[in-house]
DNA sequence: CGTCTTGCTTCGATTTTCAGAGCAACGACG
DNA sequence: CGTCGTTGCTCTGAAAATCGAAGCAAGACG
């Protein structure tokens, strides 16, 4: 009947808490989190704007190489996860986004001496 | 002159600190590891080996879904990084590893609250 | 009006991931 | 020895995610 197949199959689930994800049925909020950050990209577009907002096409120049529908689809899951939102000055981390990328903070201290030890293996 | 394309394209790169990575020809750590970290499945690899070493087939139990050939992938990449090592009782955290995943406690933390703000949007 | 810049969409091409079958190596058992 | 069962892992075709680049509507500016 559908005279056209349904071409409508754009959109990936985003996860959120409570939300069955990739790899875990049990809703926990934690398998939620890790599925929404290891998406290529998002941790790394949330890493750069822990500085400040940033308008959409500066957030892509930082990101060299992502593509703009990408970002734009790392952009939407943020927001639906309340991760991010956008205002007047572009797209910035809310309240609970930057409790989130201070937990990240050392993280940077850490690969600095991941760094060190590679180069001594 | 090759007479047939070299089919042999296969491996992705492995992101290593001081290596130019997707996004980013600085070679900073950092962004070396946020792709190591950006990888399906990458994350959630690391958080099921925080107790303890695990089997290849137990972990990819763990991990309802993960094909083989993505864990494998992906163990090769953590392997490369030093966050990963194999032994007798299977897959483990290195120290560096464990270290790394101590950096991630908290998000259980903030992935609960995140669960209650949510129910309450 | 013309020209910028903005956020964002669309589309074909490429890369990554999936799902599952399958294989060699090993230990246990009889 | 032969036959299991399990292991880590590879292979393959197909599906999904991502890329890359062009393009569009809306707003600002002159």
Known sequence: M???KEREARAPEIPLPGAAVRGSQSGRPIMALLDLLGRRWALRTIWELRDGPLLF??????CAGMSSSV???RLRELRAAGVVDAGAGGYRLTEDG???IELFGPLDDWAER???RSRAR
């Open 2 to 4: 559908p005279a056209d």
């Open 57 to 62: 096409r500066a957030l892509q120049a930082r």
């Open 71 to 73: 970002l734009n689809q």
């Open 98 to 100: 930057r409790r989130l």
């Open 114 to 116: 991941w760094a060190v």
